[in-house]
């Protein structure tokens, strides 16, 4: 077979399709009775989320393209029209299975611990009484139903809002009979409304379920026939059009307000909702009944995720843990002189993301600090992180920040921390337009006896403590000098005017990067056709780019073992004969949500490894600023080796991929979970993180 024979439609699995099984791998979690309660609900939660961002995002894309007329095959061979098939296809199952768990498994066996979801039918008297009193006191003041007609038109419906579909009979004092109002639940309002204890303890009511049982008191007068939840989901891609543009972020603050109302790419409802009024909101929204997706629940399912915060039952959630922190950094409250005598690799969650804000805090303290320069994808509305840089800047350091205003569903958020930063002195630039500034880096030029000196971070996650404790990432925090130089003229570039950057040391996307990955695997080849050590282990999110994945075929065909743990979508299709049967595809699905990219190459012998904020996607090679850093000590890279095997040896949370494109639980279901391993790891020997 030779290299046109690799690009082959055959070879490779649809993006769209690949995301749908991640999607049932989390929905599996939620299945899965080993763990705890509340969690699997939160799984439930995690699944809807997942799919509300997919319609959101890459459903909207491909209806983007239909509409444009290109329905061209893509690297799999589907064309447009056949993708969105496939797509309605697997998530009305998807979808079916939400609701099926939720109401045969995860609300029974709450209410059996418990935490009770009363149903209308089942309400007492005091109950019923106490919800129309809240009703009329917290909920009626702020809707407002709208009847249509001629003079009425339908309103606009805001992306993924709660909304109900109200058919009354009657006239009403102005001899009107239209037959229909819309009554739009404003966000402001909670979706799960908690009882008092003295009727039922941690009882809890759906805010549909209220409005559906006493919406009848806003038409006063007139016969109710029937009220019907609905949910309509809208491209929300943002667009800022390169060439006219002169101001990014009131460009994107611009965006921002249209998202709200995008078109329209799908339609939920009640799943009792009468056929003429589901003709009639799809007419409303454009849409076609291959967009309509019928509910036996609450249409915004994903407001189930309340009950977790509100209910404080410890048994039904994971064991809390404490992350650690590595031995040397305890030893001595200065951050730069424990740098100067080794690298410190941290392991999030396990280890605690403590020593990066204290190495940003320290520095914006220390007098000797000159300047504190920063890339910031997401950060969260209230972060510390940005207090440390405000204080800097305020105290005369030379502070510049870039963030990244287009980071989805953070643009808001980004906003708001630019604003704060420049009102503080803070140099703020928003990276190179058309490329997402996505590296996740941090300089400290200090001044020292010697002379300037750099301290770095480099991290393959966000600068964001609560996804600190969520995500698994790595992050490093060095003094190396090379490393420094190499951060250091890629912050020139994105903030100013210069050559392409020709790092010493890190691989460095759009430019470096792709290139360099495709020469590592090919060496890996040329390795194994002389006879000596090779192999290929990546950790990543996801691998589309087709160019990486013929490489990778190329080294299978030359006898490279190749192990891939992709937590996400994978398009390389493993175990087919003659092209992948030396690549195995695995993916990870646990309490934690695996974040870190890790690329090991065995190099006869002289292994490289590295980590770094890129899948092995277009976008993250093309079109993204990114940055994978080398782990260079023998003692880190034993650590992260170990790592890598410990998922490689998961029998508890992995999945396997096969070469039909589906996915299978690796064991069954034992007990080498690499997450558990790691938590105990990280919490009796913290000494393997020194150098």
Same mark, same amino acid.
Not at 169 to 179: A, I, L
Not at 647 to 657: E, I, R, S, T
């Given at each position: ?11 490779? *699995? ?15 979690? #939620? ?14 939660? *995690?699944? +809807? ?16 393209? /239909? ?10 061979? =589907? ?47 005091? !109950? ?55 009554? !739009?639940?404003?966000?402001? &309002?909670?979706?799960?409304?908690? =009882? ?13 379920? $209220? ?61 009792? +909702?009468?056929?003429? @009024? ?25 407001? /189930? ?40 690799? /941290? ?38 992180? %940005? ?15 870039? $963030? ?36 996740? &880096? ?47 003229? *890629?912050?020139? !570039? ?23 990955? =495709? ?16 192999? $290929? @282990? ?31 979508? +994978? ?11 030396? @690549?195995?595809?695995?993916? @990870? %699905? ?58 490689? #040896?998961?029998? +508890? ?39």
């Amino acid at each position: 077979m030779n290299d046109t024979d690799l690009q082959t439609p055959r070879l490779y *699995i649809n993006r769209e399709l690949s995301f749908l099984e991640f999607n049932q791998r989390v929905l599996e979690q #939620a299945k899965d009775g080993r763990i705890p309660l509340l969690e699997r609900v939160k799984f439930l939660c *995690i699944s +809807c989320t997942n799919l509300d961002e997919f319609f959101e995002i890459r459903v909207a894309g491909l209806k983007e393209l /239909l509409d444009a007329g290109a329905v061209q095959a893509t690297t799999d061979g =589907l064309s447009v029209p056949e993708i969105l098939k496939a797509i309605r296809s697997r998530s009305v199952r998807l979808v079916d299975e939400q609701y099926q768990l939720l109401n045969d498994v995860l609300l029974p066996e709450l209410a059996r611990h418990g935490v009770v979801f009363v149903a209308p039918d089942t309400w007492t008297e005091a !109950q019923a009484e106490w919800l129309g009193a809240y009703f009329e006191r917290e909920v009626e003041p702020v809707l407002s139903p709208l009847a249509l007609d001629p003079a009425r038109p339908f309103p606009k419906i805001l992306n993924k809002s709660l909304n109900f579909a109200v058919v009354v009979e009657g006239e009403d004092g102005f001899g009107r009979n239209s037959g229909l109002a819309v009554v !739009q639940a404003p966000r402001s &309002l909670p979706r799960l409304i908690r =009882l008092p204890d003295e009727l039922g303890s941690r009882h809890f009511v759906f805010l549909g379920t $209220i409005v559906e049982a006493f919406v009848s008191r806003l038409f006063d007068g007139m016969r109710m026939r029937g009220c019907y939840q609905f949910r309509v989901t809208r491209n929300s891609d943002l667009f800022v059009e390169q060439e006219e543009v002169d101001d990014l972020l009131r460009a994107v603050e611009g965006e921002l307000a249209s998202r709200r109302y995008g078109d329209a790419v799908r339609l939920e409802t009640a799943h009792d +909702c009468p056929d003429e @009024i589901l003709t009639y909101l799809l007419e409303q929204f454009g849409l076609t009944g291959d967009d309509l997706y019928k509910v036996s629940g609450p249409v915004n399912l994903n407001r /189930l995720m309340a009950v977790y915060d509100v209910v404080d039952r410890t048994e039904l959630k994971y064991a809390a843990f404490t992350p650690s922190v590595p031995e040397r950094l305890k030893m001595g409250s200065d951050i730069f002189a424990t740098l100067r005598s080794g690298d410190v690799l /941290l392991h999030h969650p396990f280890q605690g993301f403590g020593p990066v804000m204290d190495f940003i805090k320290q520095a914006a303290a220390d007098p000797q600090v000159l300047a504190i320069k920063q890339t910031l994808y997401r950060a969260g509305s209230d972060s510390a992180i %940005v207090g440390a840089l405000a204080d800097a800047a305020q105290a005369g350091k030379d502070v510049t920040v870039i $963030i990244e205003l287009r980071a989805r569903f953070d643009e808001e958020a980004n906003i708001e921390l630019a604003n704060k930063l420049q009102e503080a002195g803070a140099h703020v630039m928003y990276g190179v337009f058309g490329f997402k500034t996505h590296a996740k &880096l941090v300089m400290v030029v200090r001044r020292e006896e010697k002379g300037l000196r750099r301290y770095c971070h480099l991290g393959t996650g966000n600068y964001h403590p609560k996804t600190a404790r969520l995500y698994t990432d790595y992050g490093l925090l060095t003094a190396d000098e090379s490393i420094g130089e190499d951060i250091h003229e *890629i912050f020139l !570039q994105l903030t100013g005017l210069t050559r392409i950057p020709r790092p010493r040391k890190l691989l460095h996307a759009p430019f470096s990067m792709h290139q360099a990955l =495709l020469a590592k695997i090919e060496r890996e080849a040329e390795h194994a056709v002389a006879g000596k050590a090779a192999r $290929i @282990i990546a950790k990543l999110n996801a691998v589309t780019e087709p160019t990486v994945i013929q490489a990778l075929y190329r080294a299978s065909r030359a006898g490279v073992d190749i192990d891939l743990i992709v937590r996400g979508v +994978c398009c390389l299709r493993p175990g087919v004969p003659g092209v992948s049967e030396r @690549i195995k595809v695995r993916s @990870i %699905v646990g309490r934690f949500l695996e974040h870190s990219r890790v690329y090991y190459f065995e190099n006869a012998g002289q292994r490289e490894i590295y980590c770094g904020s890129a899948d092995w996607m277009e976008r993250n090679l093309f079109r993204r600023i990114e940055v994978a850093f080398p782990v260079e000590s023998p003692e880190l890279q034993t650590r992260v080796t170990d790592d890598l095997h410990r998922y490689l #040896a998961d029998d +508890c949370q992995a999945w396997d991929l096969s070469s039909d494109g589906h996915y299978t639980r690796a064991g069954s279901g034992g007990q080498a979970s690499a997450q558990a391993r790691l938590l105990i790891l990280y919490d009796d020997r913290v000494a393997l993180t020194e150098t």
